[in-house]
């Protein structure tokens, strides 16, 4: 991934910082995992060609195995890309940087508590993180050590 998508995924942290409680994001590699009451996800920024969305999608299906092996049932981390002009892509969804918020928020209640509950611990224990941070809607910022 190049050093400008890196950098606008640092954006991304600071905007995915902004989710209310119970929401849990968690740095892995170049994305995001956001987990909340509508679903879990894995958030990345586009790259010019949308390539970024295989990426995301791989993502997913890593975190998503790391979570089966934690929890009895494991939901689905949907890859969502973020980018300029929504466009539709296989493999996930792409979404506009203004509009990511309402699509994380906003939809049915698909995680239960107890579900978010281990997510956001295994999110603090560094298990779902492959970088420096983890947020949690609920408490602030708290330091994850790294999976590598």
Request: overall charge neutral; glycine content about 10%.
């Amino acid at each position: 991934m190049s050093r400008a998508t890196r950098s606008a995924n640092v954006g991304l942290g600071e905007l995915l910082a902004e989710l209310p409680s119970p929401f849990v994001t968690c740095a892995v590699d170049d994305g995001w995992l956001v987990a909340g009451p509508p679903g879990v996800y894995l958030v990345m920024q586009s790259t010019p060609d949308c390539r970024g969305l295989r990426e995301a999608d791989l993502l997913a299906s890593r975190v998503r195995v790391t979570l089966a092996h934690h929890l009895t049932l494991a939901p689905y981390v949907h890859p969502l890309l973020v980018a300029e002009r929504p466009t539709a892509r296989p493999g996930g969804s792409v979404v506009r940087r203004d509009m990511l918020r309402d699509v994380l928020i906003h939809g049915l209640t698909l995680v239960d508590p107890v579900t978010l509950a281990r997510i956001r611990e295994l999110a603090a224990s560094g298990e779902l993180a492959g970088g420096p941070t983890v947020r949690d809607g609920a408490r602030g910022w708290a330091g994850a050590p790294s999976l590598h």
